[in-house]
């Protein structure tokens, strides 16, 4: 039987959430006829080798955030020579930092929306771009820390007081409606249009009961579905992504423009999660689709 450690927890802001994904994949390993050692992970570098001893087969990586998906622990992995599922270093460390993401991404030819980078302190002083337009941690993920400037905006200063993520990005805001794109190595699987019940897509609506609705598939015209799958799919090569990504944008059907917002490679795992209801969508429940990321796990050392 295929022995497989499956880390969830970690130290980023996400902790929470990969906890919650790595609880259900634990269980959907098992129902798929794994053998499972759940794993959390700490700020204790050698705990983890020690709860990595003996070896297993395979290293399901559910960590989210800093240290889980920005190329820290995929190293660590591939210095141990353990096969592990997603992304490995390059790739994770190019999506986890958004702006050599949007590099990536236009150089590729992919749609991204006009921004800088700044220190903080700079928005105390003057908008960085004409408003309206988000302010967002580079390398945080699941909306931590986004804020939305509109005209007229008097929220500069208290987002400079709370601010604790370094650098920041500055960001067009594209009106309109937000998709999102799963990824399975080369196949897109459908696209999803998320509502939240409030304000915008933040932590909360991502993670509350009731913070958002998401219709699948989206009701947007077909040509912007195909177009929506396509640009997932290029983002997923141009970062050299492997095995499953998410792909945000923005579609705005008053002008018909659609922007590449961010690549996910460590998207939500729980069984309500955005990518598992793609691929519940599609026919692959939610054990074959954990199943399937094992399978497909390697080692880049």
Known sequence: MIRVAVLMGGMSSEREVSMRSGTQVAAALREAGFEVVPVEVGEDLAALLV??????DVVFNALHGRFGEDGTIQGVLDYLGLPYTHSGVRASALAMDKAAAKAVFAAAGLPVAPHRIIDIAELADHDPLPPPYVVKPVSEGSSVGVHI????????????ANWHFGPAMV???????ELTVGVLEDRALTVTEILPTEKFYDYQAKYAAGGSRHVLPAEVPEAISKAAKDIAVAAHKALGCRG??????????ASGRLVLLEVNTQPGMTATSLLPEQAAHEGMD???LCAWMVERATCRA
């Not at 400037?149 to 400079?160: H, M, T």
């Not at 960001?171 to 409606?177: A, L, N, S, T, V």
């Not at 499953?244 to 059907?253: G, I, K, T, V």
């Open 51 to 56: 709860a990595l001893t003996p070896r297993p």
């Open 149 to 160: 400037v509109k005209p007229g905006d008097n929220s500069r200063a208290e987002i400079v």
């Open 171 to 177: 960001e067009q805001y594209i009106p309109g409606r």
């Open 244 to 253: 499953a990504s998410r792909s945000d944008l923005r579609y705005d059907d």
């Open 286 to 288: 939610f054990p074959a």
